[in-house]
């Protein structure tokens, strides 16, 4: 009988070998099943996101749409006052010529007239009548001819900003996402003139609004999250579903139902004046500015913090606390030393939860925000569907994403991302 | 050769020559004589446009041309991007867009709508006037058959001021006219109000506006009551904040107002000095799959009858003189709409055109100085 008998596994060879061909199909196996879900954030959110982004580098129309002008442009230099040559003007025309036929003339145009305004008509009228333009310019000079259609040609700025935008990647959409210009006459690169900075400021002020939002959600949501975590089970369901009431309302009636109450002939001044705390003169402002995003965001963020401070508190034992206190710690002193650093995993779940869905907010600043709480996002909407500088509405959310990642990095190194927990 | 590649280079050539005789085809643009069974795809603005439209255009199209079905998607406030974006993906689902003139333009000069040929595809007025006289300049361009010309003007609450507001420059007047006012957000309109209220005559206004220091002179009259600016981006806001009595005045298109007025009967009087008139009208997508029904509808709704007839439900005024003398009661409040357009003698007096050409060149640059302005 012994002599019949076989090991499966003869030595330590064959059994690190045997181990690694099931380990290797158990892989398989788990990479199967998350493989639709894979699939699905590759092709529905990765690959759309990188599209987007690559917008905001990418300078395919100008460099396709004016090979002749470009490469005309190679010899001229740009900080010079003098206009390019008549090869230059050669090199338009005819670029204009074929552009008009592909209907791309004023889309050219369109991009040019975001670094330099005036170009969009200048393009669309010399596009329509560039067939006519030609034959007069060939018997005298296209750049005369050219000139004589219309002066614009004539502006040493114009091609500055198309030999800036010569090359098929180029930096100007992030310089403009940071409220830079470069200058091609001097090469240099320069924040614009104040009265024309606008994002900075906003990027400035998204940071700074998420960050109290945030605040406020923890210092309204802390509170709660403990009651809720101390009550019986039965009555701190309730709680609960009352936390999660606003998940079930539509944001639009929400954050509109905020006006209701906040503007100045809303509920709560009414309430104030009719109490006499404040005059009738003197209604509060507390909607269409700062103020209002905080105060209606927070409420939509709140249960964000809510969830994940409750599940982190319903895990610590009641018994450190008692500990604490029988050992002859003051109450106050036992929850700031005892309970409070056990919650401090909940507090940055929830902090970053809120943090991260405020900065990226949207239709609340819109409706309440009035000018000085509206966010970064607004303007990046305003770029995809209003002025359809696309490419520019990529640039200021690429920036954005950096933002994120940095803050996200710096939490890491201060507070340590292996500390957050979810319950 | 293998045969493979043969193959492969005949494919290429037949390709090649359908590719080329499609692309060269010269289509002939007339509207069909008769409707084909289709699902056209319109969109337009929702709430009480889309209504009116409803009624005036879709309902008697259907009722007459049973095989037609009209599906309304209300999109067309980013109509723009949204017809980029299908363009780019190479699948165009709408077949009419209802958009403004300058998103018109925009749409026409990036090559995303068709050209139509007004005289060949619109139906001629009752006394045989061709369509493109008919409809006169307000054909601002190639790819736009216009609807209804509206306008963006003032109402104010006539019990919480003293005396009733005549002049757009009573807006920028604290001292008679104290409270909130509501002004969209974004510097189109407001500039040439705050010109025009500095002392800048009307020919002028764009002149001044061409360079940096008149639109600081603008944002200057316009600091003026900043403090008492309430900023909107919807136009149902004005109205909304005019009902609560939380702004005294406020802009907004003059439809929003219409029904505010005469319809919640809410205390609020129109201010119809300076109103900047504006055109709403058809673009076809390029790329559409129902060309021919599109062109048969189109040819039926914006005729003569069709434009006066929306003028029962909405105050805009019709885009084809033809129909101006046919504009007659509301159809709910039996009241005379005629007094209610914009375009009404008595109401346009003083009256601005919106600019394409200028905001088309100059938008992006000046939307700068007035964010950065408005963030300060």
């Known amino acids: ?423 | 050769m293998s045969r493979n590649t043969i193959i492969a280079l005949v494919v290429v050539a037949i390709v090649a020559i359908v590719g080329v005789n499609y692309l060269t085809k010269d289509k002939e643009m007339m509207a069909p004589k008769e409707a084909k069974e289709a699902n056209l795809v319109i969109v337009s603005w929702g709430g009480a446009y889309s209504d009116s439209q409803q009624n005036a255009y879709h309902k008697p199209y259907m009722e007459k041309y049973p095989q037609v079905k009209i599906i309304n998607d209300d999109s067309s406030n980013e109509a723009v991007p949204k017809m980029r974006a299908m363009s780019e993906a190479g699948n165009v689902t709408w077949d009419l867009v209802d958009v403004v003139a300058a998103d018109a333009i925009r749409a026409c000069d990036d090559g995303l709508a068709v050209e139509v040929d007004v005289n060949s595809v619109l139906a001629k007025a009752p006394d045989g006037t061709k369509a493109s006289k008919d409809f006169g300049d307000l054909l601002v361009s190639p790819c736009f058959i216009p609807q209804i010309v509206y306008s963006t003007t003032f109402g104010y609450r006539t019990d919480l001021v003293s005396e009733p507001m005549t002049s757009v420059c009573d807006v920028f007047d604290l001292q008679k006219f104290p409270g909130k006012r509501s002004l969209e957000k974004r510097p189109i309109n407001n500039l040439e109000w705050a010109l025009l209220c500095d002392g800048v005559d009307e020919d002028d206004i764009y002149d001044v506006l061409g360079d940096k220091e008149g639109v600081a002179r603008a944002l200057a009259k316009l600091d003026t009551i900043k403090s008492e600016i309430i900023w909107w981006s919807k136009g149902a806001e004005t109205p909304q904040r005019l009902a609560d009595g939380e702004v005294v005045v406020g802009s907004t298109y003059n439809g929003r107002l219409f029904s505010l007025i005469e319809e919640k009967k809410q205390p609020v009087a129109m201010l119809w000095d300076w109103q900047v008139f504006d055109l709403d009208g058809w673009i076809i997508p390029k790329g559409g799959k129902n060309e021919e029904a599109v062109l048969h509808y189109l040819n039926f709704a914006t005729d003569t009858q069709r434009l006066a007839d929306q003028a029962k439900y909405i105050s805009y005024g019709p885009a084809r003189k033809s129909s101006a003398p046919l504009v007659g009661k509301h159809a709910t409040l039996g009241i005379d709409m005629a007094p209610h357009m914009p375009t009404d003698p008595r109401n346009a007096k003083n009256v601005l055109l919106f600019n394409f050409e200028f905001w088309a060149d100059k938008r992006d640059e000046i939307d700068e100085q007035f964010q950065s302005w408005l963030a300060k």
């Open chain 1, 1 to 423: 009988m012994a002599t019949d008998f076989t090991p499966l596994v003869a030595n330590g060879a064959q059994l690190k070998a045997a181990l690694r061909k099931n380990k290797a199909k158990q892989k398989r196996k788990a990479f199967l099943l998350v493989a639709p879900l894979l699939a699905f954030i590759l092709v529905g959110f990765c690959l759309p996101i990188l599209d987007m982004l690559s917008r905001s580098a990418e300078n395919q129309l100008i460099v396709k749409n004016l090979p002749r002008t470009i490469s005309a442009l190679g010899e001229w230099q740009a900080s010079s006052d003098n206009l390019p040559g008549e090869k230059a003007f050669i090199a338009i025309a005819e670029d204009l010529q074929i552009a008009q036929k592909l209907s791309r003339a004023t889309q050219l145009g369109q991009r040019i007239n975001y670094e330099l305004s005036g170009t969009a008509s200048l393009f669309r009228k010399s596009g329509r009548k560039i067939e006519n333009l030609i034959p007069l310019a060939k018997e005298s000079s296209y750049k005369e001819t050219l000139l004589n259609f219309d002066q614009k040609w004539g502006e040493v700025e114009l091609w500055r900003v198309i030999k800036r935008l010569s090359k098929p990647i180029i930096p100007d959409y992030y310089l403009a996402a940071l409220d830079l210009k470069r200058d091609m006459q001097s090469n240099s690169i320069d924040l614009l003139p104040s009265d024309e900075r606008i994002y900075l400021g906003l990027f400035a002020r998204t940071i700074l609004i998420s960050l109290s939002i945030t605040l406020m959600t923890l210092l309204l949501g802390f509170p709660i999250a403990l009651l809720i975590a101390r009550l019986p089970a039965r009555q701190g369901n309730l709680l609960l579903v009352l936390v999660l009431l606003p998940f079930w309302t539509s944001l639009l009636v929400r954050t509109t139902s905020w006006i209701v109450l906040l503007q100045q002939q809303g509920v709560v001044n009414d309430i104030l004046v009719a109490v006499g705390l404040i005059g009738d003169d003197a209604r509060l402002r507390m909607i269409y500015n700062t103020t209002g995003t905080v105060i209606a965001m927070t409420h939509i963020l709140l249960p964000f913090m809510v969830l994940p401070l409750y599940s982190v508190m319903k895990t610590i034992s009641p018994s450190y606390l008692r500990a604490a206190i029988s050992l002859g710690a003051h109450p106050i002193s036992a929850f700031w030393k005892v309970y409070f650093p056990n919650t401090i995993p909940g507090i940055g779940a929830g902090a970053i939860m809120v943090f991260v869905l405020a900065i990226g907010y949207y239709i609340t600043p819109e409706l309440v925000g009035g000018r000085t709480g509206v966010f970064i996002s607004n303007r990046i909407a305003y770029h995809i569907s209003s002025s359809l500088n696309w490419g520019l509405a990529a640039a200021l959310g690429a920036a954005l994403l950096v933002l994120v990642v940095t803050i996200y990095w710096l939490y890491d190194k201060i507070v340590g991302i292996d500390n957050i927990k979810l319950g």
